[in-house]
């Protein structure tokens, strides 16, 4: 059986399913041989007969036929059979490549020096998946009080890895992560990082990052009450969405002061801030996105803000590369709450279709479902919304990317049967589909990229609380055939 593991996929395929159909065959006529022998010797055993004795007492008759090698390929057929359908697909079954990336991983010695001590996952450090250059992923974690550490696939099965940290050694620790990164066109990573009150930029190439940039902003507030999201453009330059206090607001403020910053390159030697909105007040948080950013069209910026109390969605858009003309718009109006109505995750994602208009996938506060904003023009004045599945406030929230043909793909949780769930959207139609199940939970967040092939790409933590404690892993799920419609 273990050079079964050996062949290549479909002979491994037919021979799995001839093995099989051989053993369901082999197993039954020894079963009953073993049944028949025991309690013949326990019949001798009780009667204090020898076992030759009991032979005289069996039926006589002719010996047994020889077996006829002809019934063999009838008796093969339920396992070619079903190879074959596992090798056609003919329903269009999903296919699912997964793996537990963490099974193997040996436990850490702990270490009271900084300089010596190795980066740690942990169930809740999560951040996002990219695909990096090549066939590489690349997963960063980061969370409190610790530096952002990546960890590194050296190809879409995640079967060789490595863990390092991402920012430069000898840093103080700080309190708060940094904010979600941004793949750049030639495939390397960029991460935003807060050093005390300055906003700084990390480049990073597999699990090596190098200070890119001087200081991009400053700010008054604590670095997690300001929301940061990076995108990349295709000439090479970004654009930060900011959000902070409006300092006029004094000192409780009642508004935020939305702003894009761009950068000419990843150095961002001169960035270039322009305030775009003034909304009321919201809550930003490293580990729970509410501020996405994405470019459309032309290099057009588009951003997205979640207010996680009462649901409310702006969606700011520009005409111009510059945003000299930004519109804001609320597809998703909000709904009647207070400050203790905040959930325990949140937040939400957005991506732009090639003919600019936006997509936006969120958890609802008012019933905490999922669901899909599907954003009918670029500046999302018209949008439908779509309800993906039922949720609730301690599931993470879901994953958007956009397949190569355009379409949403939505990665969420089932609560009801513990699946991770995939969502294929096309026109006004979402199909979703189950592709993983977990032990307990599926961690504070869900994160998709497309890797080197288009297969969307998920990485999740699969974590339960038993003895001795909460044990967790990091899975790395792939669909394999979600073809276009």
């Known amino acids: 059986m273990q050079g079964l593991r050996l062949l290549p996929g479909p002979l491994a395929a037919l021979g799995w399913g001839v093995a099989g159909t051989m053993l369901a065959l082999a197993i039954t006529p020894f079963q009953a041989a073993v049944v028949a022998r025991q309690f013949l010797h326990c019949m001798a055993w009780r009667t204090q007969v020898d076992d030759s004795d009991l032979a005289h007492g069996l039926p006589h008759g002719s010996p047994p036929r020889p077996v006829r090698l002809g019934y063999l390929p009838a008796a093969l057929l339920p396992g070619v059979l079903f190879s074959g359908a596992v090798l056609v697909n003919p329903f269009g079954w999903p296919e699912v490549a997964e793996r537990n990336v963490t099974e193997s991983w040996p436990p850490q010695d702990f270490s009271a020096s900084v300089h010596d001590r190795r980066p740690e996952l942990r169930p809740f450090d999560l951040q996002a998946i990219h695909t990096g250059r090549g066939e590489r992923l690349i997963v960063v974690m980061d969370g409190f009080d610790d530096h952002a550490s990546l960890l590194e696939c050296a ?158 969605i702006h969606v700011i858009s520009c005409l111009d590369v510059a945003c000299h003309q930004p519109t804001v718009t609320r597809p998703v109006s909000p709904a009647p709450s207070s400050t203790d109505d905040l959930p325990w995750t949140f937040g939400l994602a957005m991506a732009v279709r090639p003919d600019g208009r936006p997509v936006i996938t969120y958890r609802d506060p008012r019933d905490q479902a999922n669901k899909l904003l599907d954003c009918r023009t670029p500046d999302c004045a018209q949008a439908d919304v779509r309800t993906l599945g039922a949720g609730d406030e301690y599931q993470p929230v879901p994953a958007l990317v956009l397949d190569r043909a355009g379409r949403p793909l939505v990665a969420f949780e089932s609560p009801e049967r513990r699946r991770l769930m995939l969502a294929i959207c096309t026109g006004s139609r979402c199909e979703s589909i189950p592709v993983s199940t977990n032990r307990g939970g599926f961690g504070q967040r869900l994160a998709m990229t497309l890797n080197a092939d288009g297969n969307p790409t998920i990485a999740w933590i699969d974590h339960k609380l038993a003895p001795p404690g909460l044990s967790w892993n990091l899975h790395v799920t792939t669909p394999l055939n979600l073809t276009p419609d």
């Open 155 to 312: 190809d879409p099965s995640c079967l060789k890895t490595s863990f390092e940290w991402a920012e430069p050694r000898g840093r103080a620790s700080r309190r708060e992560p940094g904010a979600a990164g941004a793949r750049l066109p030639d495939g390397r990573l960029l991460l935003p990082t807060w050093i005390s009150n300055r906003l700084e930029l990390l480049t990073c190439e597999a699990t090596r990052c190098l200070r890119s940039s001087a200081t991009v902003a400053t700010t008054r507030s604590p670095p997690h009450y300001v929301g940061v999201a990076p995108a990349a453009r295709q000439d090479g330059g970004l654009v930060l969405a900011y959000a902070d206090d409006d300092p006029t607001s004094g000192e409780r403020p009642t508004h935020d002061l939305v702003s894009f910053i761009f950068c000419a390159d990843t150095n961002c030697a001169r960035p270039e801030r322009r305030q775009v909105a003034r909304l009321e007040t919201s809550v930003y948080s490293a580990t729970n996105h509410t501020l996405a950013a994405a470019v459309g069209p032309g290099n057009r910026p588009v951003a997205a803000r979640l207010n996680p109390v009462n649901g409310q």
